[in-house]
Each structure stands twice: as structure tokens, then as C-alpha cells.
């Protein structure tokens, strides 16, 4: 019985630390924002927390969207990855779908920017690529 409750404990520290995290993506500081875009990555790279994001997605994309718009270099190739991250867990679902659907244009617009650094034009290829191939519904 205590290993379920030291279980269930660890499991809403970890979405303490995310939701401090998607906090963190609205801080002015560029390092802030950063450091929070890394910490999502690595989270939503070793664990399935789909359940814990189908909440917040609306929240995430905005804030994605955010720093894909006002970021530079390092931080759009972070939140491109990162968007990549949440498109894989939202999977083909409408969920899915509606992330994609919201940050397709922003993506482009990063992607053809010829000032944008090439990591963050790389990454946001990649996000292009991969949620189309998991969330587009329109097949074109």
C-alpha cells in the first residue's frame, strides 16, 4: 500500500514540476524560457503523460506559439522540438490534430524566414514533418 502512495506522490510532484515549467515559458528571460523548454523536453521524451497534457494542451501550444513568434535561434529550435514532443503524445487523435492545425502556419513562416538561425528552421522542418505525419488530418 505505501510503495502506491509514494508512487501517486512522485507522480504529482512531476506535474508540479511541469505545470512550473509551462509557467516558466511566459517568463520575460530569454534564459528562463530556455531552461523550461529543455525541462519539457526532457519530460515529454521519457515519459507518456498524454492524460496530464490533454488538459493543458491548449495552454502549451500558446505558449510554444509564443516563443516560436518571439524567440530566437535556440529557443524556436527548442519549441519546435518540443511541439514535436507534444504531437507525438497527443497522437492522431483530434487532440492531435488541433495542436497541429493551430502552429502548421507559424511553422511555415519560421521554416522559410530566411534570418531565422538554421537550428531553429531544422527543428521546425522536423515539427512540420513529423505532426503532419501523426495529426494532419487533411491529407494534402
Do not use: N
Amino acid at each position: 500500500g505505501s510503495e502506491a502512495v509514494s508512487e501517486q506522490g512522485q507522480e504529482e510532484e512531476a506535474e508540479d514540476r511541469l505545470k512550473e515549467h509551462m509557467d516558466s515559458l511566459l517568463d520575460k528571460s530569454a534564459k528562463t524560457r530556455q531552461a523550461a523548454l529543455q525541462s519539457l523536453r526532457l519530460a515529454l521524451s521519457s515519459k507518456t503523460l498524454s492524460e496530464f497534457l490533454l488538459e493543458r494542451r491548449l495552454t502549451l501550444t500558446d505558449s510554444l506559439e509564443k516563443c516560436l513568434k518571439k524567440g530566437k535561434g535556440d529557443e524556436q529550435a527548442l519549441a519546435g522540438t518540443v511541439l514535436t514532443l507534444l504531437c507525438l503524445q497527443m497522437g492522431s487523435g483530434p487532440e492531435g490534430e488541433e495542436v497541429f492545425r493551430s502552429l502548421k502556419p507559424l511553422l511555415i513562416s519560421v521554416l522559410t524566414d530566411s534570418t531565422a538561425s538554421p537550428s531553429a528552421r531544422q527543428s521546425c522542418a522536423t515539427a512540420l514533418g513529423m505532426c503532419c505525419y501523426i495529426a494532419a488530418a487533411d491529407l494534402e
